[in-house]
């Protein structure tokens, strides 16, 4: 049974930083493309950070650059996303995904993702 537990999220203020944690189970870590997503109020779901099989290649969307890093440790069945200098407009559910594809040119599509965990709620206050 496939299974993505996240962890970390908290309410902290502007300029914080927090690493969320993504613990799998019931699958091979290495052979999925792992994702972060997030929702925040009132918006749609949106791609935040994937990182691939490996490990050695990444991506993040626009407002991810440069403040967020996802990295995994595939031996630990582990995904990570570290968050610096969160802004209020991080204020969202994150949740981790888990994809089989193999194509890595579509790592920031949602419908390839199969296996979802339930969030982790990251709250930033100014």
């Known amino acids: 049974q496939v299974q993505l537990i996240e962890s970390g999220g908290r309410s902290v203020r502007a300029g914080d930083s927090l690493r969320l944690s993504c613990a799998t189970s019931?699958?091979?870590?290495?052979?999925?493309?792992m994702a972060w997503f997030r929702r925040a109020p009132g918006k749609e779901r949106e791609f935040v950070a994937a990182?691939?099989?490996?490990?050695?290649?990444?991506r993040y969307a626009d407002s991810a650059k440069g403040r967020f890093t996802v990295f995994r440790d595939n031996a630990e069945n582990t995904v990570y996303l570290q968050l610096n200098n969160l802004k209020p407009e991080d204020t969202a559910i994150y949740y981790c995904?888990?994809?089989?594809?193999?194509?890595?040119?579509?790592?920031?599509?949602?419908?390839?993702?199969?296996?979802w965990g339930q969030g982790t709620h990251v709250s930033v206050s100014s």
């Open positions: 995904a888990a994809s089989y594809e193999s194509n890595w040119s579509a790592a920031g599509i949602s419908r390839i993702y199969a296996h």
């Open positions: 990182v691939n099989w490996g490990g050695d290649q990444t």
């Open positions: 019931g699958f091979t870590l290495s052979r999925y493309i």
